[in-house]
């Protein structure tokens, strides 16, 4: 499976963000890409209000999202923020194409930092996995990362690559702590995690915003035995990796670590 990551610099209008999405699909699929992910808050970056740019999963922005996929026949994961019921919105992966047609909603919510993403997002209630081409694949979004149980669930639900969009916040020492914790939940799970993050502002003329996390780049493909694979650095760019799910299964029968849990003990 090709699968690639579009580390995009995302800007705050939908209908300007959708011209590249269609422009990296398309690109992708011509490099014979099946999946195509991109990063959380790809419909509009943070730091600006969320509420007046969230829509429903059947309105104009995903419906556009999901003729994309369809006509590159490929299936796109793509970050957007959906209304929620109680007045805030939800931080969204739509899921389309290829057969598919899901969403994600983050589970963990970015309170840290000083930043406090439940101020405005409701989180999300279950974990999701999908099918394509008899591979199952999980998702999770940036600060799920840091919770390794997420990942075993996925596991434990079928998944062999999980798929992790993200808009990184930026500061001391969080470069290391992203590519600390994406190599480590694949260990943990012992799947391909395939990162894919908001580019640095900064690398497209833009001021980084003062407390929203609006990316750093550094996009990965990490095997399940916690090598990375593939790279990015800071300014937008496309990565592509051929991922093979037999190393899934590999990295099992060599550290089976899930099987090997006590779940007896907290």
Known sequence: MRIAASQLASGVLPVENLTAIA???ARAAAEGADVVVFPEAAMARFGI??????????GPWATR???IADSAGVLVVAGMFTPAEDGRVRN?????????DTHYDKLHLFDAYGFAESATVAPGTEPVVAGVDGV????????????PGLFTRLADDGARIVLLPASWGAGPGKREQWETLVRARALDSTCWVVAAG?????TVGEPPATTAP????????????GEVRAALGAEPGLLLVDVDPA???RARRLIPVLANRRRDVS
Do not use: K, N, W
């Open 198 to 202: 908001q580019a640095d502002p900064a």
């Open 214 to 225: 609006t990316g750093i780049g550094h996009s990965m493909a990490v095997s399940p035995f």
């Open 92 to 100: 969204t992966l739509l899921i389309t194409g290829r057969g598919v």
């Open 136 to 147: 199952v694949l999980g998702f999770a979004t940036c600060y799920d990362v840091r919770f």
């Open 247 to 249: 190393e899934t299964d």
């Open 65 to 67: 999202v999901r003729a």
């Open 49 to 58: 209000p969320l509420g007046p740019v969230a829509e429903p999963l059947d």
């Open 23 to 25: 422009e990296q699909t």
